[in-house]
């Protein structure tokens, strides 16, 4: 299985084949190695040296599916083609654990016949609907199971799991996108008022605030989301789906609002989940928080936590009821893709995933 590759500290990536070299920067500055500036595909304009060749870190491109940088980054043309040939993505956050953007080279599997089967159901209303609607459904299972799951351990979740119960009947009747998100945004607001009866060790939850967020969890859920969300584009860049092509959410310039789509199934069994865990057994710690007026953001001590405990459970493996065979976290999403283009073709009709554990 191909991993993803998180780089915290400044440094810099070259290349030697099918090999990827990670060097950390040294202090104090120095001028750089001008031998190794054809080689340099990250930060090669960056004042700052690589450290002794010793503590080089070999990165076999075969075992790469992501980069994420969470620090501060320049990179050159060749670090960008050298990944779009190898479908590699890269996504950026900043020092404060904000997702900003994302580089998706040139698709492999682009197919015509899919993206013309993608733009029809999205441009008809009857079949972009039932797809939306099939979004939410699975987005709502999944919040649910999470509820049940702690309501099976003397967390009293009946209040939240009957009024999701009844706001999700509106799905049958609703005739526009708006209504469907409007339902949507109303189940996840009735699942946060049970997470202070989830939470323990001292953290509080009010209501969603982001851009910025102002309190830890509203700064967890920014960070874990966003880690979910280019997880799923990730995973659609390896399939014939186009990500800008979306039912659920409004198509947009700015994003890949398919990723967007997928990424309400998945949030609530993967990044839920994860916090509630890290915070509960006390491995996520107030102190790992930094406050101002009026924002609050994590630190890197928390990213790092977060971001370890992430990709082991996107390895993380379940025996799968309809192929029998274990599969990863992380391969759910894909295979979602793959039924989402079974449904667009005509093969078969979608069916969200909802967990069963």
């Not at 009844?166 to 708006?178: G, H, K, M, N």
């Not at 982001?210 to 859920?221: E, L, R």
Request: with cysteine; hydrophobic share 35%; glycine share 4%.
């Amino acid at each position: 299985m191909k991993k993803n590759m998180f780089i915290f500290t400044p440094g810099k990536l070259s290349r030697k084949d099918n090999t990827v070299f990670y060097m950390p920067f040294a202090f104090p500055t120095e001028a750089d190695d001008e031998q190794l500036q054809e080689e340099i595909l990250l930060s090669i304009d960056s004042e700052q040296p690589e450290t002794n060749r010793g503590n080089k870190k070999v990165l076999p491109i075969a075992d790469i599916d992501s980069f994420y940088i969470m620090t501060e980054a320049s990179y050159n043309t060749k670090f960008l083609e050298f990944c779009s040939q190898n479908s590699i993505s890269i996504h950026y956050f900043n020092r404060f654990g904000f997702y900003y953007g994302s580089f998706i080279g040139k698709s492999k599997l682009q197919s015509g016949y899919a993206l013309v089967h993608q733009v029809e159901h999205y441009k008809n209303k009857k079949k972009r609907l039932a797809l939306a609607k099939s979004f939410v459904r699975g987005a709502a299972f999944n919040i649910s199971k999470n509820l049940k799951y702690y309501n099976n351990r003397e967390k009293d979740m009946s209040a939240q799991l009957d009024t999701i119960e009844s706001v999700l009947y509106e799905i049958d009747e609703a005739q526009d996108i708006e209504h469907i998100m409007n339902v949507e945004g109303r189940i996840r607001k009735i699942y946060y008022t049970a997470y202070n009866e989830i939470l323990s060790n001292g953290f509080k939850f009010e209501r969603r605030k982001y851009n910025p967020p102002t309190d830890p969890i509203n700064a967890i859920i920014s960070y874990c989301n966003s880690l979910v969300y280019t997880t799923c584009l990730s995973e659609l860049y390896h399939t014939q789906l186009e990500p800008t092509v979306s039912f659920l959410h409004q198509p947009s310039e700015r994003r890949y609002s398919l990723a967007l789509d997928l990424a309400e199934i998945f949030k609530p069994l993967i990044a839920d989940r994860m916090m509630f865990k890290l915070i509960n057994q006390g491995q996520l710690k107030l102190n790992d928080f930094e406050k101002d007026l009026n924002y609050c953001y994590l630190k890197e001590s928390g990213r790092k936590k977060i971001t370890q405990e992430y990709d082991k459970r996107l390895q993380k493996t379940i025996k799968h009821r309809d192929l029998n065979r274990n599969v990863s976290y992380r391969r759910l999403i894909r295979l979602e893709c793959y039924k989402l283009i079974k449904h667009i073709t005509g093969e078969k009709e979608y069916v969200p995933f909802k967990a069963w554990w």
